[in-house]
Nanobody
Framework: QVQLVESGGGLVQAGGSLRLSCAAS????????MGWFRQAPGKEREFVAA????????NYADSVKGRFTISRDNAKNTVYLQMNSLKPEDTAVYYC?????????????????WGQGTQVTVSS
């Protein structure tokens, strides 16, 4: 099992940027896929982005393509989500998640470990 701690959330104006970090501990995440999900009030948790174990394969939700970038630093056991051109509809709690497999997935049920989440609020 791996423990995940997200950071970097906050309040930003529309058009602004934030960089989320997800620090893993308890075991290495360098050989497993990682993902970011988000959940807005009253809505289900949804997929945002995923990255495979090497960092060379990524996948994004259509709503964030071209604005968000997922990356990882396996030496630091950390995954990042760079969010640019933020919109009010990006407001949500953002969660980092770890699979037990190396390949990426957009399905919440295929992720074994989850962080506590970090709030991102985008004002108009």
């Amino acid at each position: 099992q791996v423990q995940l701690v997200e950071s970097g959330g906050g309040l930003v104006q529309a058009g602004g940027s934030l960089r989320l970090s997800c620090a893993a501990s308890g075991r290495t995440v360098s050989n497993i896929a990682m993902g970011w999900f988000r959940q807005a009030p009253g809505k289900e948790r949804e997929f945002v982005a995923a990255i495979n174990w090497t960092g060379r394969v990524t996948n994004y939700a259509d709503s964030v393509k071209g604005r968000f970038t997922i990356s990882r630093d396996n030496a630091k056991n950390t995954v990042y989500l760079q969010m640019n051109s933020l919109k009010p509809e990006d407001t949500a709690v953002y969660y980092c998640a770890a699979r037990s497999a190396a390949i990426i997935s957009a399905m919440t049920w295929e992720y074994r470990d989850w962080g506590q989440g970090t709030q991102v609020t985008v004002s108009s």
